[in-house]
C-alpha cells in the first residue's frame, strides 16, 4: 500500500530533479494495449497510437554507472512511450511494420487478413529493443534532457 503521508510531509524545496536514464539499447516489453490519443497540431486533430514499453534489461551499450544513478531499479522505472501517427497511409504503414516487424505478430490468420483491432492485443507483452535518445528541451522556462525513445527493433 502506498503511504502517501511519508510522501506529502518530505520538503518539496529538498526535491531534485531525477538523472536522465542513459543513452543506449534496452530489451523492453509492450506493457499494455496502446493508448488512443487525439492530438491537436496546427493542421488538425490526428490520431496517435501511444504503446507503453517497459524497460526490462540494458544492452552493452548502455553506461552502467549512469543508469545505477537514474534508475537504481530499472523495474521500477516508468515505461517509454512509443508514438505512431496512424492517420495517414505513412502512419498505418509504419504500424503495420512495428506490430509485423519489430512485434513480430502475424498479420494473416490462415487466409484470413487480421484487422489492427485484432492484432493489438497481441502486441500486449512482445519483447522489442529500444534505443534510448536524448533531446533538449524546455521544462517551466528551464533547458532540461527529455527522454524519448529513438528507433525500435526486432529482438
Request: include cysteine; glycine fraction near 6%.
Given at each position: 500500500?502506498?503511504?502517501?503521508?511519508?510522501?506529502?510531509?518530505?520538503?518539496?524545496?529538498?526535491?531534485?530533479?531525477?538523472?536522465?536514464?542513459?543513452?543506449?539499447?534496452?530489451?523492453?516489453?509492450?506493457?499494455?494495449?496502446?493508448?488512443?490519443?487525439?492530438?491537436?497540431t496546427k493542421d488538425g486533430d490526428r490520431a496517435v497510437l501511444r504503446f507503453k514499453?517497459?524497460?526490462?534489461?540494458?544492452?552493452?551499450?548502455?553506461?552502467?554507472?549512469?543508469?545505477?544513478?537514474?534508475?537504481?531499479?530499472?523495474?521500477?522505472?516508468?515505461?517509454?512511450?512509443?508514438?505512431?501517427?496512424?492517420?495517414?497511409?505513412?502512419?498505418?504503414?509504419?504500424?503495420?511494420?512495428?506490430?509485423?516487424?519489430?512485434?513480430?505478430?502475424?498479420?494473416?490468420?490462415?487466409?484470413?487478413?487480421?484487422?489492427?483491432?485484432?492484432?493489438?492485443?497481441?502486441?500486449?507483452?512482445?519483447?522489442?529493443?529500444v534505443t534510448i535518445i536524448h533531446k533538449m528541451g524546455m521544462r517551466d522556462g528551464?533547458?532540461?534532457?527529455?527522454?524519448?525513445?529513438?528507433?525500435?527493433?526486432?529482438?
Amino acid at each position: 500500500m502506498v503511504d502517501f503521508t511519508e510522501i506529502l510531509n518530505k520538503k518539496a524545496a529538498d526535491t531534485e530533479e531525477p538523472k536522465p536514464l542513459p543513452t543506449g539499447t534496452f530489451l523492453a516489453a509492450v506493457q499494455s494495449l496502446p493508448e488512443q490519443r487525439t492530438v491537436e497540431t496546427k493542421d488538425g486533430d490526428r490520431a496517435v497510437l501511444r504503446f507503453k514499453c517497459k524497460l526490462i534489461m540494458p544492452k552493452d551499450d548502455v553506461d552502467m554507472e549512469k543508469l545505477a544513478e537514474a534508475a537504481p531499479d530499472l523495474a521500477a522505472y516508468m515505461p517509454q512511450n512509443h508514438d505512431i501517427w496512424v492517420d495517414t497511409p505513412a502512419g498505418e504503414f509504419a504500424l503495420q511494420q512495428f506490430l509485423k516487424e519489430t512485434l513480430g505478430l502475424e498479420l494473416e490468420s490462415g487466409k484470413t487478413k487480421k484487422s489492427y483491432s485484432e492484432l493489438l492485443p497481441e502486441s500486449v507483452g512482445k519483447q522489442l529493443l529500444v534505443t534510448i535518445i536524448h533531446k533538449m528541451g524546455m521544462r517551466d522556462g528551464k533547458p532540461t534532457i527529455f527522454v524519448n525513445i529513438g528507433s525500435v527493433a526486432h529482438v
